[in-house]
């Protein structure tokens, strides 16, 4: 079985970009989450999906967007990018979201903003 | 509103001995799921070990167990009979249980600790 997927796994881009990555869950896992990674932040929580539906949120300003497909695969957009979004962008899968299952995550995105 | 508590940065321990790395959380769902993860210096996120807040018994798995102590909040990871590849940064995390908890699909973690075992 195929694990988590996230494409691209490094980006560099300057200031007022923006920014698309993906993840590819593990087949027949709905719920598919988002991660950042900094060293002085630790993991935040960015977003959840499940069924194509946003079921939670981070506290992150709007320029940080997602979307879930019909297949499960889901996006995030980082519009107008700015120098403290250097990071990287963690995805986790799970069967359906509820506690009681882990998460499996792909190897992520190194994001560089210059 | 929940919260990780993970206070130790940094912990050494000598290969083939064991090792505890501290959490406590506080959380106000009445259900939730307490787990730990390892990532290694690659970056990808490993699941090591799951809690469930009603288990009566801490859980196992292979040369980790979780010292669970509901009153305490505490979800206490050991590791036994370290080896040189447990080297790495470990996280505790938790979910809320229910599925109809607005924590349900969100998991959230600790800062870390960094582990480095000796030869």
């Known amino acids: 079985k195929a694990g988590v997927t996230q494409t691209p796994r490094y980006l560099i881009k300057t200031r007022g970009q923006q920014v698309t990555l993906s993840c590819s869950p593990i087949?027949?896992?709905?719920?598919v989450s988002w991660y950042q990674q900094t060293p002085g932040q630790g993991l935040q929580f960015l977003f959840e999906?499940?069924?194509?539906?946003?079921?939670n949120k981070g506290n992150f300003p709007g320029r940080f967007s997602g979307r879930q497909f019909s297949n499960s695969r889901s996006e995030m957009n980082v519009s107008t990018l700015e120098l403290g979004d250097s990071a990287l962008y963690l995805c986790a899968s799970s069967l359906a979201g509820t506690g009681e299952e882990e998460l499996f995550f792909g190897s992520g995105t190194q994001l560089s903003v210059l | 509103a929940q919260k990780i508590t993970q206070t130790q940065p940094g912990m050494f321990v000598q290969e083939k001995e064991a090792v505890t790395l501290d959490c406590t959380y506080d959380t106000s769902d009445p259900s939730y799921g307490l787990f730990w993860y390892k990532q290694p210096s690659s970056g990808e996120m490993i699941f090591l070990i799951y809690?469930?807040?009603?288990?009566?018994q801490n859980a196992t798995e292979g040369r980790y167990s979780l010292n669970f102590q509901k009153a305490r909040k505490s979800a206490n990871l050991v590791i036994s009979a370290s080896q040189l590849g447990d080297s790495a940064m470990y996280f505790c995390?938790?979910?809320?249980?229910?599925?109809?908890?607005?924590?349900?699909?969100?998991?959230?973690f600790g800062d870390g600790t960094t582990l480095t075992v000796k030869p």
């Open positions: 087949s027949g896992h709905r719920s």
């Open positions: 809690q469930g807040s009603y288990d009566q």
């Open positions: 999906y499940f069924s194509e539906t946003q079921r």
């Open positions: 995390a938790m979910r809320g249980k229910s599925r109809y908890n607005t924590n349900a699909g969100k998991s959230t």
